[in-house]
């Protein structure tokens, strides 16, 4: 191919791409392929010859769409959204035509000072103190194994990596039961493993880790001659969207010297509101490490996962590694690769420069709250359907309710409304029990596309008797 050719390619699937999002709602929400059916209409083997650009794109469509889940789709009400607003389609574009491998200052100093003020810009837009630096991550897993490795080598003296963590006996991680299994992940890649990880029952409204049980497994921890490491806590947890209440957590961490990390990765996009801060965000400026992610609420393309640091050199500490080939020589500069673990890095920071500029702060909190409000008007409607029990009241935009039935039932829902094709819901677990998930968070959902979901509810329910 040559560059006319890209050209022209270019404005085709420009155009294609606007007809697409143009065209969402008129297609099922989920991929309503089986199993295998896509792999068996590819070729075995690759070719030897080259193809025309135009048969690919009709093998695209013809093969590949029909079995692609459209997480852009309005009625998309499952999992957390990974939105992409089209200002950060665009910048990705101008990143792949760039095709900058940002590892380095020097190897693209424009990469690494739009990021280290976009890191500020979002500080301010989420009320963070200014002591906060930070770094754009992949995934917000990525950020917690970066907490975690963290506290793993604070609690060893910083000998983990050196001497490994074979002798240094059990370090011991504390969380809610309600954390994302990222965090159960991030304890099995540290070499801490599961069994050193202590979740908490959580209690109240939010269902949040309760401190005095949380202070209590720590003694306990210490008095069995095991160590202390670090505690995660979570603002928006995946199941239910549970939130600790962070003060009481910090003053546990403050009194046992331990590392914290807070997992706010969806429901940090959130807190650009400011009158959600007093319920959900108090406190948090005590925090070690924060991670959210602007690839779901806030509109960013996927992936873009932001971890502020209140002190970067304990994960310095940790991550940095800096081999000749890797030095710079002259002035001090920061290289984000000695922050994070992949030593590759995207440019990820101009989709958040392009993002907040094409919208604005007030354009990006109206959607949030719509999506706030929405949530609770359809868990209203939901609520007064023949037999069907909110299990958990909205926390933001995502709540969770059951149809009359049993746990087989649940899933019997859930598989037929995602085979309707009209929106797109998950299953999920609470206190013992199948429930199902409903989130609102689709960038360009409206309030009819929301309350078109009870109507789905009702008439495939209605089908199933």
């Not at 380095?104 to 690494?112: D, H, N, V, Y």
């Not at 060893?156 to 954390?179: E, F, M, P, W």
């Not at 010297?257 to 400011?274: E, F, K, N, R």
């Not at 990820?348 to 709250?369: Q, T």
Request: hydrophobic letters at 40%; one cysteine or more.
């Amino acid at each position: 191919m040559d560059w006319d050719e890209f050209a022209h390619w270019g404005t085709h699937i420009s155009n294609w791409s606007a007809d697409y999002h143009k065209t969402l709602r008129d297609r099922p929400v989920r991929a309503q392929t089986a199993f295998g059916e896509t792999a068996a209409q590819l070729p075995q083997a690759p070719p030897d010859g080259a193809e025309a650009m135009d048969r690919i794109m009709a093998d695209f469509e013809n093969i590949v769409m029909p079995g692609i889940t459209h997480w852009q789709h309005p009625r998309f009400f499952a999992y957390f959204p990974a939105n992409a607003a089209p200002p950060s389609m665009l910048a990705e574009m101008l990143v792949t035509t760039i095709a900058s491998q940002c590892m380095l200052w020097q190897t693209s100093p424009a990469a690494t000072e739009v990021e280290t003020v976009m890191v500020q810009w979002l500080r301010q837009a989420l009320g963070l103190s200014e002591g906060f630096t930070g770094v754009i991550q992949d995934s917000a897993s990525s950020a917690t194994l970066s907490a975690v490795l963290t506290m793993r080598e604070r609690a060893t003296g910083y000998t983990g990596n050196r001497d490994g963590i074979a002798n240094k006996g059990h370090l011991r991680i504390y969380c809610s039961d309600q954390v994302h299994s990222s965090i159960d992940r991030a304890c099995w890649v540290s070499g801490i493993g599961q069994a050193n990880l202590v979740k908490i029952p959580g209690t109240g409204p939010r269902h949040g880790m309760d401190a005095a049980a949380l202070q209590a497994a720590i003694t306990a921890d210490r008095a069995a001659g095991h160590t202390p490491a670090g505690i995660i806590a979570i603002t928006g947890g995946t199941g239910i969207g549970a939130c600790d209440t962070l003060g009481p957590i910090l003053e546990v961490a403050k009194t046992e010297d331990l590392y914290t990390h807070l997992d706010a990765a969806w429901a940090g996009a959130a807190m650009i509101c400011p009158e959600l801060h007093a319920d959900f965000w108090a406190d948090v400026d005590g925090f070690d490490s924060i991670v959210f992610n602007p690839h779901k609420w806030l509109g960013a393309q996927f992936d873009c996962s932001v971890q502020f640091l209140r002190d970067a050199q304990p994960q310095l500490n940790t991550l940095k590694i800096e081999p000749e080939y890797l030095k710079t020589t002259g002035e001090s500069v920061t290289n984000y690769s000695e922050w994070t673990i992949p030593l590759g890095r995207r440019f990820r920071a101009l989709k958040i420069w392009f993002l907040i500029r094409s919208y604005g702060l007030d354009g990006l909190r109206s959607r949030i709250r719509n999506h706030i409000l929405w949530a609770g008007e359809v868990c209203e409607a939901i609520r007064k359907l023949d037999g069907f029990e909110i299990v958990t009241e909205p926390i933001l935009s995502l709540f969770s309710f059951r149809c009359p039935g049993s746990d087989d039932d649940q899933q019997r829902l859930v598989d037929a409304l995602n085979g309707d094709g009209r929106i797109y819901v998950t299953q999920g677990s609470f206190a013992g029990r199948k429930i199902i998930r409903f989130q609102v968070g689709q960038f360009d959902t409206t309030r009819a596309d929301v309350m078109m979901a009870e109507t789905v509810i009702r008439d495939v329910w209605e089908k199933m008797q």
